[in-house]
C-alpha cells in the first residue's frame, strides 16, 4: 500500500481539524474540496498536495481519486454529499470513511455492503465522535450480555457546535426523532422521551434523539431496540417539542434559507477544544431482566472526532480493514476507543 489518503471538505472546520492532528502525526494526506483558494491555501500552509473538484462531476473525482488508497470525506451534510463520494470510492476500488451522523446516510452505506465486498474495501461511515464511542460503548456492553435485547445509550457534553454540525442538525429539523424497535428504523416524535441518565460525574435529564447510533449499534451488537439519549439545556427542549408541531414551517425551503444564513462560520477554538470533555453511558437488558451498565469519559467531540478519523485512517492505510459496509466497532472491537488518549470507561 503506498498510504496515502485524501481528506475531502478539508477546509470545512472538522477537515481542518484533522489535517492539522494528521500533519502533526508525521501524515501526508491529499487535501480536497471545492474552493480552490481555501484549499490551496490550506494546503500551502501544511506543504500538502491539494486537489479541487466538486462533487458533481464524476471524471474529476475518479482523476483525484486515482492515487489515494482511502477516502476520508469531511464534506457534510452528508445526505447532500456522500453519495457521489462513495460511489466513486467504489468505482475505483477505494477505502470509503466519512464523519456523518446521519441515520439516512449510515442505512444507505449498509445497503452497498455487498458492492463494497466485491470491490474488496471497506465503507466506514461515521469514524467521529459520532459514533466510536458510543459504538465502542453498544459493543462492550453486548460483549457482557450476549443476549441482550434492548439498548439504551446516552452522551453529554459536546460543548460549542460546529458550522456544519449546527447546519446539518437544522436541515434536519422538523423530521422528527427516530429509535430501532425490533430491528427497524421507526420514526417518534422529536425528544419523544425523556430519563434521568447517571453519567458518574453528574446525574441529568437526558431527551431521545435522531442519532447515528440508531442505525450503526444494530450492525455492530445486533441488539434489535436501541435508543439513545442527550442532554440539552431546558429551553433547547422546549423548543424540540415545539418542532413536533412547528417543524414542518422549520422545514421550508424559505425557513431553512433563513435559519442556515443564521449559523455562524467556524466552531469551537483550541481551548474550548481543550477545557471540553464529553461523558457517555450505555445499559443493555436482556428478556429476563439482566442488565450491565458502563460509563465512559472522552475528550471533547470534535478533537475526538480527529482522533478517531485517524486512528481509523491509519488502520486502513496499514492493511488492517474489513471489506463491506463496516460500523467501528464491528471492525476494530469495543477497545478501539481505548486507543485514544483521555478516554477512561467504567467498567474498564
Ligand atoms: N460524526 C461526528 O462526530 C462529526 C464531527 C464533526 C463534524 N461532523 C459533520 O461533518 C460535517 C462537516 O462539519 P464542519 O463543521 O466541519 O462543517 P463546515 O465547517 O461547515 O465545513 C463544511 C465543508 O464541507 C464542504 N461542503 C459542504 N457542502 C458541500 C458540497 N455540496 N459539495 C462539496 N463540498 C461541500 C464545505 O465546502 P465549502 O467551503 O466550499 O462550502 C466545507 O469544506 C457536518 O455534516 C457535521 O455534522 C460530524
Known amino acids: 500500500m503506498s498510504g496515502t489518503f485524501l481528506i475531502y471538505g478539508a477546509n470545512g472546520y472538522t477537515g481542518e481539524l484533522i489535517t492539522r492532528y494528521a500533519?502533526?502525526?508525521?501524515?501526508?494526506?491529499?487535501?480536497?474540496?471545492?474552493?480552490?483558494?481555501?484549499?490551496?491555501?490550506?494546503?500551502?500552509?501544511?506543504?500538502?498536495?491539494?486537489?479541487?473538484f466538486p462533487l458533481d462531476e464524476n471524471t474529476a473525482i475518479d482523476n483525484a481519486l486515482r492515487n489515494v488508497d482511502a477516502v476520508m470525506h469531511c464534506a457534510g451534510p452528508f445526505s447532500l454529499t456522500s453519495r457521489p463520494m462513495?460511489?466513486?470510492?467504489?468505482?475505483?476500488?477505494?477505502?470509503?470513511?466519512?464523519?456523518?451522523?446521519e441515520i439516512a446516510v449510515f442505512e444507505a452505506m449498509a445497503r452497498l455492503d455487498g458492492r463494497a465486498k466485491e470491490s474488496g474495501v471497506m465503507v466506514m461511515p461515521g469514524v467521529g465522535f459520532d459514533v466510536v464511542p458510543s459504538d465502542c460503548l453498544a459493543r462492550n456492553l453486548k460483549d457482557r450480555l450476549p443476549d441482550a435485547n434492548r439498548l439504551s445509550l446516552a452522551f453529554y457534553g459536546m460543548g460549542r457546535l460546529s458550522h456544519g454540525t449546527q447546519a446539518t442538525m437544522t436541515m434536519n429539523v422538523g423530521q422528527g426523532g427516530a429509535i430501532r424497535k425490533?430491528?427497524?428504523?421507526?420514526?417518534?416524535?422529536?425528544?419523544?422521551?425523556?430519563?434521568?441518565?447517571?453519567?458518574?460525574?453528574?446525574?441529568k435529564t437526558g431527551v431521545t434523539i435522531p442519532w447515528g447510533d440508531v442505525a450503526t449499534a444494530y450492525y455492530s451488537t445486533g441488539i434489535p431496540n436501541i435508543e439513545v439519549y442527550t442532554v440539552v439545556p431546558a429551553s433547547n427542549l422546549k423548543m424540540l417539542k415545539a418542532s413536533r408541531y412547528l417543524g414542518w414551517l422549520m422545514a421550508t425551503k424559505p425557513f431553512q434559507k433563513y435559519l442556515q444564513k443564521q449559523i455562524p462560520p467556524g466552531g469551537p477554538s483550541d481551548e474550548e477544544r481543550a477545557k471540553g470533555k464529553t461523558m457517555l453511558w450505555g445499559?443493555?437488558?436482556?428478556?429476563?431482566?439482566?442488565?450491565?451498565?458502563?460509563?465512559?469519559?472522552?475528550?471533547?467531540?470534535?478533537?475526538?472526532?480527529?482522533?478517531?478519523?485517524?486512528?481509523?485512517?491509519?488502520?486502513?492505510?496499514?492493511?488492517?480493514?474489513?471489506?463491506?459496509?463496516?460500523?467501528?466497532?464491528?471492525a476494530y472491537g469495543a477497545d478501539l476507543i481505548l486507543e485514544i488518549p483521555g478516554v477512561g470507561r467504567e467498567p474498564a
Open 23 to 52: 500533519v502533526e502525526r508525521g501524515m501526508k494526506p491529499i487535501l480536497a474540496g471545492r474552493n480552490a483558494i481555501a484549499v490551496e491555501a490550506l494546503a500551502k500552509k501544511h506543504q500538502l498536495d491539494f486537489r479541487v
Open 86 to 101: 462513495v460511489e466513486a470510492c467504489l468505482r475505483n476500488k477505494k477505502h470509503y470513511t466519512d464523519i456523518t451522523g
Open 182 to 203: 425490533d430491528g427497524k428504523i421507526t420514526r417518534v416524535p422529536a425528544a419523544w422521551k425523556t430519563r434521568e441518565i447517571d453519567f458518574g460525574e453528574v446525574k
Open 283 to 330: 445499559a443493555a437488558e436482556d428478556v429476563n431482566g439482566n442488565r450491565v451498565e458502563a460509563r465512559m469519559t472522552a475528550p471533547e467531540g470534535y478533537t475526538t472526532t480527529a482522533l478517531t478519523a485517524l486512528n481509523i485512517m491509519q488502520k486502513i492505510l496499514d492493511g488492517n480493514f474489513q471489506p463491506g459496509f463496516q460500523t467501528p466497532a464491528k
